[in-house]
């Protein structure tokens, strides 16, 4: 069973950037590798994700065009650059991982079999 710990969150300026990184142990990271995220009283949403292997990436449009995934194979890590952060960008960001499959929705949680425990990321205005 593959474990993945998020990190790289805090507190930042509306209009700054933070880079948040997903480090799995274990194993390796399955096919799909995404980051959703969880604003208080709001459901868990997706927010980007990226083949492990071919690096193919995918993201809401909420935030297409401020951020960008990518992954270190060497280092087992899939990374979020999120720039331009906005208030509305604040809350629990979580990485998963998923072997994909016929029915595979890149955007769908319950699709998700493995998850990180989150890491706060907090705008202000």
């Known amino acids: 069973q593959v474990q993945l710990v998020e990190s790289g969150g805090g507190l930042v300026q509306a209009g700054g950037s933070l880079r948040l990184s997903c480090a799995a142990s274990?194993?390796?990271?399955?096919?799909?590798v995404g980051w959703f995220r969880q604003a208080p009283g709001k459901e868990r949403e997706f927010v980007a994700a990226?083949?492990?292997?071919?690096?193919?990436?995918y993201y809401a449009d909420s935030v297409k065009g401020r951020f960008t995934i990518s992954r270190d194979n060497a280092k087992n890590t899939v990374n979020i650059q999120m720039n331009s952060l906005k208030p509305e960008d604040t809350a629990v960001y979580y990485c998963?991982?998923?072997?994909?499959?016929?029915?595979?929705?890149?955007?769908?949680?319950?699709?998700?079999?493995?998850w990180g425990q989150g890491t706060q990321v907090t705008v202000s205005s």
């Open positions: 998963a991982t998923s072997k994909g499959g016929y029915y595979f929705n890149i955007g769908r949680i319950s699709d998700y079999d493995a």
């Open positions: 990226i083949t492990w292997s071919g690096g193919l990436t």
């Open positions: 274990g194993r390796t990271f399955s096919r799909y």
